[in-house]
């Protein structure tokens, strides 16, 4: 194959040569001179191109990173909250519940009983609307952060979505990167399930809706009007 190669390649200087040797200095230099601009931007397309891959790499490596900065081991503040959510009294039984029941909410009456949980509840929902927000203007990788915090995301929101609807009656922009991203990331969860049970795993925060999220943008699963029931069939109790 190699031989065949450099015969072909043989073959072709020999033609070029005796081409170049049939034309006058002026059009040799001329033709010279075309071949070295033509080469010249070939590589410069090849440089510009390898540039633009290693850049494309490099955020999407840092956007990697910047996911792996939400993981609770990086973020003491956060850690130390869920832990003291997780072992109060009026709370672990929720925290242990939700395991096996995704649709566990806190009554907003009981976390009003528990002033004091009220800043660590608001330290673990701006963690996660901070990665939401994060992910929406392309800083943090979905993916990643996904594979690592999506049963999070999403057991934070179900817990506490009868606190986040009270706070977004008087914000209601409040925490919508946060829920539009629960939502997304639930509904994909529960695609493989819908059809064997779909309203056994529904998860409350889908009917907390948000400034730019509705009932209208959603897929009409089972799961969805079950949630929307509220807009769907406002006299059902």
Same mark, same amino acid.
């Given at each position: 194959? /190699?031989?065949?190669? $450099?015969?072909?390649?043989?073959?072709? /200087? /020999?033609?070029?040569?005796?081409? #170049?040797?049939?034309?006058?200095?002026?059009?040799?230099?001329? /033709?010279? !001179?075309? =071949?070295?601009?033509?080469?010249?931007?070939?590589?410069?397309?090849?440089? #510009?191109? %390898? %540039?633009?891959?290693?850049?494309?790499?490099?955020?999407?490596?840092?956007?990697?990173?910047?996911? $792996?900065?939400?993981?609770?081991?990086?973020?003491?503040?956060?850690?130390?909250? %869920?832990?003291?959510?997780?072992?109060?009294?009026?709370?672990?039984?929720?925290?242990?519940?939700?395991?096996?029941? *995704?649709?566990?909410?806190?009554? +907003?009456?009981?976390?009003?009983?528990? &002033?004091?949980?009220?800043? @660590?509840?608001?330290?673990?929902?701006?963690?996660?609307? @901070? #990665?939401? #927000?994060?992910?929406?203007?392309?800083?943090?990788?979905?993916?990643?952060?996904?594979?690592?915090? *999506?049963?999070?995301? +999403?057991?934070?929101?179900? $817990?506490? !979505?009868?606190? +986040?609807?009270?706070?977004?009656?008087?914000?209601?922009?409040?925490?919508?990167? =946060?829920?539009?991203?629960?939502?997304?990331?639930?509904?994909?969860?529960?695609?493989? @399930?819908?059809? &064997?049970?779909?309203?056994?795993?529904?998860?409350?925060?889908? !009917? $907390?809706?948000?400034?730019? =999220? !509705?009932?209208?943008?959603?897929?009409?699963?089972?799961?969805?009007?079950?949630?929307?029931?509220?807009?769907?069939?406002?006299?059902?109790?």
């Amino acid at each position: 194959m /190699f031989d065949v190669v $450099l015969t072909m390649a043989s073959d072709l /200087f /020999f033609v070029i040569f005796e081409w #170049l040797k049939s034309l006058n200095w002026a059009e040799t230099l001329s /033709f010279l !001179s075309s =071949l070295g601009v033509m080469i010249g931007i070939f590589l410069g397309l090849k440089s #510009l191109a %390898q %540039q633009k891959k290693d850049l494309s790499s490099n955020v999407n490596w840092k956007s990697r990173l910047k996911s $792996l900065d939400y993981s609770r081991s990086n973020c003491p503040k956060y850690d130390e909250s %869920q832990s003291i959510l997780e072992g109060a009294d009026m709370f672990k039984e929720y925290y242990k519940k939700i395991k096996k029941d *995704r649709s566990t909410t806190i009554p +907003i009456a009981i976390i009003k009983e528990k &002033k004091d949980a009220i800043k @660590n509840i608001v330290v673990l929902l701006a963690h996660w609307e @901070n #990665l939401a #927000l994060a992910i929406d203007v392309s800083v943090a990788d979905e993916e990643t952060a996904k594979a690592m915090t *999506r049963t999070n995301v +999403i057991n934070t929101m179900t $817990l506490y !979505s009868e606190f +986040i609807k009270e706070e977004k009656g008087a914000a209601p922009g409040k925490y919508d990167h =946060l829920i539009r991203l629960a939502t997304k990331w639930h509904m994909a969860r529960e695609t493989k @399930n819908r059809d &064997k049970n779909p309203l056994k795993s529904c998860v409350p925060v889908l !009917s $907390l809706g948000s400034s730019e =999220l !509705s009932y209208e943008d959603m897929p009409k699963t089972p799961l969805v009007e079950k949630m929307f029931e509220h807009v769907t069939n406002p006299g059902k109790t």
